[in-house]
């Protein structure tokens, strides 16, 4: 017996209520026959309808008392608000009056002239979970336990105070406290009473009892690793053709010294003309009195920056001196192709630098023990202890390993201690590892010690460390490839080395790449902290950028630009890539899968962005501009709009260059400003209202003054965590010691114990103040 078919009903028209538009007897009538049951199987249940309505009528009841909330904890010297004015009427559609009774007015608030404007951007790449979403930052990796935390406010070259305490992803309701309180810093360095180490690495010792301690979760790494013997220490007139150079040559054909830097220093109108030769350093103390930021000439356009780690044991014996490796170009002009190998042997080096104490009663008393937090405001000296010479080119990027491989204090005068292991991109397409040798332990006759090392592997232009074993590299073809080096670094293997894997994601050369620093998880969501990190994230010259897992090698786009990716880096603390966007801003994208994908602005620099410097210990993110500005924010930035706490972007300094003379001069003490939603303060001028537009640069910025590199003190403990080291294209590199205050000096929820104390919090004591 066949099927039999339902009575096909004669429907009505949506379309008949036009004409029906004066009768509302009649249009009702018709909106009954509407609503009544078709008979058909697919079509949906009202019930369905009607939980469906109920759960958005709740959410956006939700996003209203947010709302409320949010307007309540305003500022109360800001205006009342102002009713929004009705639509006008338009033609060819119904504009029958409609009842408002119980029905919450929506208003705007009209901010002061200077303010951030409420911004109608769509901020996010992927459908929002909920009506509330305050695009908070979202750890992707909740650890447990204790970490530790400063006692008083640090200084250099002097043993900190550290006690335990709560970490800030301990508990829901800690993160949340910690995360608010960190947007009340308006400094542009970090608050001290709030820093924590937030990285993970896989080696992390996991003992109870001393877990939270540094030397647990930041372990030595290749310990059984010796230099190699028989180093060649090079004198001066040997290692000239490895050092920077003048664009010209002498008459008999040999490379002149690079000529001095000149630059004026101090405040403007009041500065002074200096000119630093290679190697030579410069206190900005001699000029601004208070200042702790030191200035040295590296010789020629620097590339490549980054502090070296230690472990907490051997920095008493060594003085508490910070070690950084400086790559700088052969010469000014210069100028690497991408994708075209330099013909071997291209003649460079690696330049480390050392901060250490200015005075010998400082290094006495931190040699035995006696410093303390009351110590003394020295801002150290810089000086070049080692060259390295290589023979493959310049450096286009330098990265320590994140854990510390420095030897122990000397056994005996015979072996040589390495002082870590270097990894860079040079000229040649190639990425070298160097075992670094201590410069303590190298001494020469002539005016310095040159050891000429190199251990090639592949292909590269950019890298990160996952951790002491897994190394990223990204391709010139658009491929990232990963290495786990471990094997041959303890092996001595120099070559013939396969990528454990290899991935096609983008269509041009990778030139940012990031590892999430976060375990895999099991199927039951349980974190393998003994695993390697599994996530990538990527920006290159086609525009995108990607994350990429290694279990499924493919890249998933997040955002697309049509602006070349310099720069990308992963913060634990804003929870996603920061990285570009449209116009040069700097924006940071959530890698949480409740919020994958969304993310927003952070700052919109005067030009392109170089480089995006993030630490383990603090949000302050770095930013190094081609207009010569080197500047600071807070990525915890306050989730909302138009409240009491400003969101401060600081200038450290900003470089200057006039094309006539060939002098430069480096400006600062700028005043912070607030980062301004341009276009709505476009409309409002238009509209005639008193809006002050801040200025933006013409857009023609000479080459030699961009600020290529940005590095905070990332590995070094929480006492050296504000020191910012930054290079420039001039050659000057610049370090400075920043941290930062709390809004009116009043530390919120009742102080930084209260914040970690405890995890039962009810959400009234939430959302106090």
Known sequence: MTRQLRQRKS?????????????????????????????????????????????DDDMDADADADELDEEDEKDESLPPEIPKPKRPKGKGKDTAAKSTTGQRQRGTVELAPGLSRPSNKQMHALPMPSGNHRHRATPIYWRQGKVERLLSSPKLFCAPRIVAANS???????????????????????????????????????DAETEYREAS??????????????????????????????????????????PSVPCFFG????????????????????????????????????????????????????NNKQYLAVGPFPSRSHSPDIGAKAARPSHACIQIWSLSPSSEDVEMSNADGKADETGTDDPGRMKCELVVCIESGPAHELKWCPLPANDGPQQNDMTVRKLGLLAGVFDDGSLSIYAVPDPDDIQSDGDGAHPKLELQETSCMTLDWANSEIIAVGCTNGSIAVYNIAEAINNGTQSNILPIYYMSVHQSAV???????????????????????????????????????????HGNVFNRTRDVINCLA????????????????????????TMLGRGHTFIEPGGP???????????????????????????????????????????????????????????????????????SATRAKKQGKTVEIMPVGTGAWPAEVGVHRTAWNSGNGLANAPLLASATASGLCRVDW????WMKDKVPYGGVDAMRATAEMDSEEEDED
């Open 11 to 55: 429907q009505v028209n949506y379309a008949a209520l036009i004409e029906l538009e004066g009768d509302e007897a009649q249009r009702a009538q018709v909106l009954e026959e509407l609503e009544q049951d078709s008979g058909s199987d697919f079509a949906p249940e009202i019930a369905v309808q009607a939980v469906a309505e109920d759960e």
């Open 168 to 206: 800030s992803t301990a508990h829901p309701a800690i993160a949340s406290r910690i995360g608010k309180a960190w947007g009340y810093n308006v400094g542009s360095g970090p608050l001290w009473d709030m820093m924590e180490d937030r990285a993970w690495f896989k080696e992390a010792i996991t």
């Open 217 to 258: 979760r930041r372990p030595k790494v290749y310990r059984n690793l010796n230099m190699p013997t028989g180093l060649d220490i090079l004198t001066r007139e040997q290692a000239s053709p490895y050092l920077p150079s003048d664009v010209v040559t002498t008459e008999e054909g040999s490379l002149k010294p690079p």
């Open 267 to 318: 405040l403007l109108g009041k500065q002074t003309r200096r000119e630093l030769s290679m190697f030579d350093t410069l206190r900005i103390s001699e000029h601004i009195p208070r200042s702790k930021s030191l200035v040295f000439n590296a010789g020629a356009p620097v590339w490549g920056l980054d502090w070296c780690p230690l472990h907490p044991d051997d920095r008493p014996s060594r």
């Open 511 to 553: 030139r940012g790449l990031a590892w999430v620093r976060a375990p895999p998880a099991s199927a039951s969501g349980t974190p393998l902290t003994s695993e390697d990190p599994t996530v990538l994230a990527s920006g290159g010259y086609d525009g995108l950028e990607c994350f990429t897992d290694t279990r499924d090698p």
């Open 570 to 593: 992963n913060s634990v603390y804003a929870g996603g890539a920061i990285t570009i966007d449209h116009e040069n801003t700097v924006k940071v994208f959530q890698t949480t899968p």
């Open 609 to 679: 962005v170089w480089s995006v410097g993030v630490s383990d210990y603090h949000p302050q993110l770095a930013v190094g501009c081609a207009d010569g500005a080197c500047s600071t924010t807070n990525s915890l930035r306050p989730t909302r709009k138009g409240g009491a706490v400003p969101f401060f972007v600081y200038k450290i300094y900003q470089m200057d260059y006039s094309r006539k003379t060939g002098e430069y001069r480096m400006l600062e003490n700028f005043l912070p400003q607030e980062t301004q939603d341009r276009p």
């Open 738 to 741: 920043l941290l930062g205050r």
